[in-house]
């Protein structure tokens, strides 16, 4: 543990915080809890026992975070970011007990959230923080807007994660505001055609940036 810094201790805090949770209320939870919301409303149930596997991502994805530097031909590049890398990680953790907070709260209190603008909200969040966070990244294999294009120059991999940031963050900010003015069927609908914006156009402008960068050589 005195490898570990502060906000990696930390991360694997709320990494088991699901599973403690779950384990103080399972007996409370009845033998049917809702675990999947569809946009129309329609709630799906399932055994309540479905909630450790929920509540077991968390754990394994710590894991993954600290096992993929480790084995990333690139991993020298980690030294350069890794603040923003267990940063990035310590938010996915509360993300996930997010998760497994609502399946919970709905499953012992049922109706007393509103599920699509909460997630809606959570999601738009994680765009801005991700958002903020790309431009830091260096060069890696796991990390970041990964194409062929970036992978193979470190220019074109800066240049199309300082485009990717600023457009995932006003894309999280974007998400966010759907959720509290759109319905929720179009608030669904918003947030589709965000990420699917958010998504495309760096990829494609990385492309574009190799092709000049290479003057049209494949």
């Not at 399972?26 to 149930?45: A, D, F, Q, T």
């Not at 993300?95 to 959230?113: A, K, Q, T």
């Given at each position: 543990?005195k ?6 201790i930390l ?10 949770l779950?384990?103080?209320l ?7 809890i809702?675990?999947?919301?569809s946009v129309s409303?329609?709630?799906r149930?399932?055994p309540r026992v479905n909630i450790w596997?929920l509540a077991g991502i968390?754990?394994i ?5 600290m ?6 031909p690139?991993k ?6 890794r603040?923003y890398?267990?940063?990035?990680w310590?938010?996915?953790m509360?993300?996930?007990?997010g ?5 919970l709260?709905?499953?012992l ?9 909460v997630?809606?909200l ?9 958002g903020n966070i790309m431009?830091?990244?260096?060069n ?7 194409t062929?294009?970036?992978l ?5 991999w800066?240049?199309?994660?300082r485009l990717g940031g ?18 929720d069927?179009a608030?669904f609908i918003a947030?589709l055609a965000?990420?699917?914006v958010i998504?495309?156009?760096p990829?494609v402008m ?5 092709r ?7």
């Amino acid at each position: 543990m005195k490898n570990l810094s502060n906000v990696r201790i930390l991360m694997w805090v709320f990494a088991l915080a699901p599973l403690a949770l779950t384990a103080a209320l399972y007996n409370r939870l009845p033998e049917m809890i809702p675990m999947h919301w569809s946009v129309s409303g329609y709630v799906r149930h399932d055994p309540r026992v479905n909630i450790w596997w929920l509540a077991g991502i968390s754990p394994i994805l710590a894991v993954v975070a600290m096992v993929l530097p480790k084995i990333d031909p690139r991993k020298a590049n980690y030294e350069k970011f890794r603040e923003y890398h267990d940063g990035f990680w310590l938010f996915i953790m509360l993300f996930m007990l997010g998760i497994v907070g609502i399946v919970l709260s709905e499953s012992l209190n049922p109706g007393m959230l509103r599920i699509e603008f909460v997630v809606t909200l959570a999601v738009g969040f994680m765009f801005a923080v991700v958002g903020n966070i790309m431009p830091k990244l260096k060069n890696n294999f796991f990390m970041g807007i990964r194409t062929p294009w970036t992978l193979s120059s470190p220019e074109v991999w800066h240049k199309t994660h300082r485009l990717g940031g600023a457009i995932w963050f006003f894309g999280g900010l974007a998400i966010i505001a759907s959720s509290f003015f759109l319905s929720d069927a179009a608030m669904f609908i918003a947030l589709l055609a965000i990420v699917a914006v958010i998504s495309i156009i760096p990829a494609v402008m990385s492309y574009v940036w190799y092709r000049k960068l290479t003057g049209g050589d494949e």
